[in-house]
């Protein structure tokens, strides 16, 4: 089983930045592909941005791209969304992910998640 715990997020004004954090507790970390999502009120989970078990590999929504950055360590089985000039529309309970096999921008095929953490973006 893995348990993953996002930290990070908070209210922050349009413009702003923000870094979340994702802890996994699986020792085997870094074979898992990483995914963040969000779901913003009365939405469907949407992808945000995803790594690849080496971290080698990465991709992203349009609607962040060129804002967001994802990123891992895999010594320390934590993986990171730094998220950059922050939009009200970016305000969402951002989740992660983790999915045992190549990375995916596809919500079904994540098998872990984590519990979420909210971030707000104030306009």
């Known amino acids: 089983q893995v348990r993953l715990v996002e930290s990070g997020g908070g209210l922050v004004q349009a413009g702003g930045s923000l870094r979340l954090s994702c802890a996994a507790s699986a020792r085997t970390f870094s074979t898992y592909a990483m995914g963040w999502f969000r779901q913003a009120p009365g939405k469907e989970r949407e992808f945000v941005a995803a790594i690849s078990w080496g971290g080698i590999s990465s991709y992203y929504a349009d609607s962040v791209k060129g804002r967001f950055a994802i990123s891992r360590d895999n010594a320390k089985n934590t993986v990171y969304l730094q998220m950059n000039s922050l939009k009200p529309e970016d305000t969402a309970v951002y989740y992660c992910?983790?999915?045992?096999?190549?990375?995916?921008?596809?919500?079904?095929?994540?098998?872990?998640w984590g519990q979420g953490t909210q971030v707000t973006v104030s306009s």
């Open positions: 992910g983790a999915h045992n096999g190549r990375l995916s921008t596809l919500i079904n095929e994540y098998e872990h």
